[in-house]
Nanobody, 123 residues
Framework: VQLQASGGGLVQAGGSLRLSCAAS????????MGWYRQGPGKDREFVAGISWNGRTTYYADSVKGRFTISRDNAKNTVYLQMNSLKPEDTAVYFC?????????????????WGQGTQVTVSS
C-alpha cells in the first residue's frame, strides 16, 4: 500500500488548506482512511477518519467544526479540508490506512502511513 500526501504549505491564521492523499496498491474503496498529525515536540495524534463508503466521519475534538474529511473512491483519494486554521494546527500531516477492510471508523487501527506533508500556520 502506497500513500502519497500533498497540499501542505504556509498559511496565516484563519486561512484554509486542502490536503490530498492518493492511495495505490490495493482496492481503495473498502478501507477506512484517516489523517493524523505530529506537531513540533509532540506525539502523533489522530485528526479525522472516514468510513469506506464516506458516509461516516469522525474527528478529534480539537478540529471538529473546522476540518472536513472526504474521499473520492473513483480517484482513490482522501482529502482533508482545513478551515479557520490556528497556529496550534502547525504539524506534519499524515494520511493512514488500516490493514483490514470494512472496519468501524471509530475503532480502526492504522498500519500504513504516507510520508507526511508540512502545514505551518503563522500568527
Amino acid at each position: 500500500v502506497q500513500l502519497q500526501a500533498s497540499g501542505g504549505g504556509l498559511v496565516q491564521a484563519g486561512g484554509s488548506l486542502r490536503l490530498s492523499c492518493a492511495a495505490s496498491g490495493r482496492t481503495f474503496s473498502i478501507y477506512v482512511m484517516g489523517w493524523y498529525r505530529q506537531g513540533p515536540g509532540k506525539d502523533r495524534e489522530f485528526v479525522a477518519g472516514i468510513s469506506w463508503n464516506g458516509r461516516t466521519t469522525y474527528y478529534a475534538d480539537s478540529v471538529k467544526g473546522r476540518f472536513t474529511i472526504s474521499r473520492d473512491n473513483a480517484k482513490n483519494t482522501v482529502y482533508l479540508q482545513m478551515n479557520s486554521l490556528k497556529p496550534e494546527d502547525t504539524a506534519v500531516y499524515f494520511c493512514a490506512a488500516p490493514r483490514s477492510s470494512y472496519t468501524p471508523v471509530t475503532q480502526t487501527e492504522y498500519h500504513y502511513w504516507g510520508q507526511g506533508t508540512q502545514v505551518t500556520v503563522s500568527s
